[in-house]
């Protein structure tokens, strides 16, 4: 019982303010990915963990939250929103023609290490475009994101393509353990580390490029850099296709911050090209995660191609709360009533809300009580009802009280 007043490590609640800002982010998300033909689906909380350990998942088991069901089959509360949507294609789905485009709103769990500064559960929307493919799709879901961007608020949007990092990553030739390390080090943009562990590998073109890929990134002068340290024909294919949607991105978007970024890579190995990011200002971590995935539908039974992003709730809340101010609905009117005239309390209730005011009801004994409270809580008008009929009156709101109606 020593824990019941606590919340578990990686969480925590949300109150007021904070609450409306994840609404209004959720609202404004919600209306871009409706504007663009996307409809809402939802998947369970919990999952089958085979849904998240299988070819190309990239989420290590020991980050998942895990539960056994009462047939003592190994479950887990869902780390991901992407392979549950792959899942729900292969089967409810398999028989809706493509493409389809989806969108969901909901929690994801992770039990990431400890002072990671990271949260447990994070709520996530983001959209997954099932059988788009091609340059018009990639463009499709980049114009999406840019603008979902723009619509939570002042940001960079950041470009790359993983088919670079794996022609290279493919070329040193190592073993799985230290390109999982390559990549982490890469994520983190930890480049002394990255240039030890690149070092202790060995010497090479390969190597060499991967040194640099982290530092590629700006404007278009990093394609003309790039071709400079990359010689591979599968690379300098990837960056042709990679410049011409930044260019024709930066058209579409011209009031858009967009950069090049050649360093991106993810956790999830099932992203086959190219990759994407958001940052709002101010905001350390990513706001929004996206990139194609053409290889993992395949993995439940279904082979099609995908692109998707998700964005973090939580830290687009944490933006607008820092930078306007978020406003909690509160009464604007409070309504008390003496013994006996509850009807009639709970009838002008409903008539006021039906004008569209915002409206309280007192649950105290006497005038004295109702008024006391609508001074500390800023309602600004009092509607008193009983054998005297009902009148309302102003109330003066104490110096605590955060606005006035």
């Known amino acids: 019982m020593k824990n019941k007043l606590i919340t578990p490590e990686g969480t925590r609640d949300y109150l007021f303010e904070e609450a409306a800002a994840r609404n209004l982010v959720a609202r404004k998300a919600a209306g871009v990915f409706a504007s663009r033909g996307f409809v809402e689906v939802q998947t369970p909380g919990i999952e089958f963990l085979d849904v998240f350990t299988g070819s190309g ?20 509360i869902r780390p991901d929103s992407t392979m549950p949507i792959a899942r729900l294609c292969a089967t409810r789905l398999q028989t809706e023609s493509l493409p389809l485009r989806l969108y969901y709103n909901q929690s994801v769990f992770s039990a990431e290490p400890v002072m990671r500064g990271r949260s447990d559960e994070v709520l996530q929307m983001g959209v997954e475009y099932i059988g788009g493919k091609g340059f018009a799709a990639d463009l499709d879901i980049l114009t999406a994101a840019v603008d979902t961007l723009q619509t939570l608020g002042t940001g960079r949007f950041e470009i790359g393509h993983i088919g670079i990092f794996n022609a290279l990553i493919q070329g040193m030739r190592i073993a799985e353990t230290q390109r999982e390390q390559v990549r982490t080090l890469i994520e983190t943009k930890n480049y002394p580390a990255l240039n030890d562990l690149l070092d202790r590998i060995g010497s090479g073109a390969f190597v060499d490029a991967m040194k640099q890929l982290p530092r590629l990134f700006g404007d278009e002068r990093v394609f003309a850099k790039a071709r400079a340290l990359f010689t ?4 300098i294919k990837e960056l042709d296709y990679l410049e011409k949607l930044y260019h024709i991105l930066l058209e579409i978007c011209p009031d858009a911050d967009i950069k090049v970024d050649l360093g991106l890579v993810n956790r999830n190995d099932y992203y086959s090209g190219i990759v994407f990011c958001g940052y709002l200002e101010g905001i350390g971590k990513a706001v929004l995660t996206g990139g194609r995935y053409d290889n993992l539908l395949a993995t439940f039974g279904r082979t099609a191609p995908a692109i998707g992003f998700g964005v973090n709730i939580d830290t687009a809340a944490l933006y607008l709360c820092s930078h306007e101010k978020v406003k909690v609905v509160k009464p604007q009117l409070f309504i008390h009533g003496e013994p006996g005239f509850e009807a009639e309390v709970f009838r002008r209730q409903r008539q006021k809300i039906a004008e569209g005011i915002v409206c309280e009801v007192s649950a105290f004994e006497t005038e004295g009580e109702a008024l006391s409270y609508a001074k500390q809580n800023g309602i600004g008008r009092i509607l008193y009802v009983g054998a005297n009929g009902c009148r309302e009156a102003s109330v003066v709101v104490n110096a605590e009280g955060k606005e006035q109606a």
């Open 232 to 235: 591979d024909d599968g690379v």
């Open 57 to 76: 998942a990239g989420i290590p088991v020991e980050y998942m939250y895990k539960l056994v069901d009462t047939k003592g089959r190994l479950m887990a």
